[in-house]
């Protein structure tokens, strides 16, 4: 059973950077696509970014185009978000999750994916 676990969130101020980590275990990423997710408090689940089994296609929400990106280590078995100049409208829970390929929302509200972490905190506030 595959299980992922985020890590790197935490408190930043507005124009600052974080990675975020998706780590995983009890399989490989290597037959995974991996897509991050955001929750805002109020808000529904919406998707980041998500990058392809083998790493070669990678796609993003517009709000995030060229500040966000997504990355992918499989002798790591780890997948990466690094997120520059961070706005308060970024602030939410962000959760990484694995599945055949990335789909939109419109397959249903968890975007087709088969494992889910319980996601990471990201405040970005001055």
């Known amino acids: 059973q595959l299980q992922l676990v985020e890590s790197g969130g935490g408190l930043v101020q507005p124009g600052g950077s974080l990675r975020l980590s998706c780590a995983a275990s009890?399989?490989?990423?290597?037959?995974?696509?991996i897509g991050w997710f955001r929750q805002a408090p109020g808000k529904e689940r919406e998707g980041v970014s998500c990058?392809?089994?083998?790493?070669?296609?990678?796609n993003y929400d517009d709000s995030v185009k060229g500040r966000f990106t997504i990355s992918r280590d499989n002798a790591k078995n780890t997948v990466y978000l690094q997120m520059n100049n961070l706005k308060p409208a970024d602030t939410a829970v962000y959760y990484c999750?694995?599945?055949?390929?990335?789909?939109?929302?419109?397959?249903?509200?968890?975007?087709?994916?088969?494992?889910w972490g319980k996601g990471t905190l990201v405040t970005v506030s001055s």
């Open positions: 999750a694995a599945g055949v390929v990335c789909h939109s929302r419109l397959v249903g509200p968890n975007y087709g994916m088969d494992y």
């Open positions: 009890g399989s490989t990423l290597d037959y995974h696509a």
């Open positions: 990058i392809s089994v083998t790493g070669g296609i990678t």
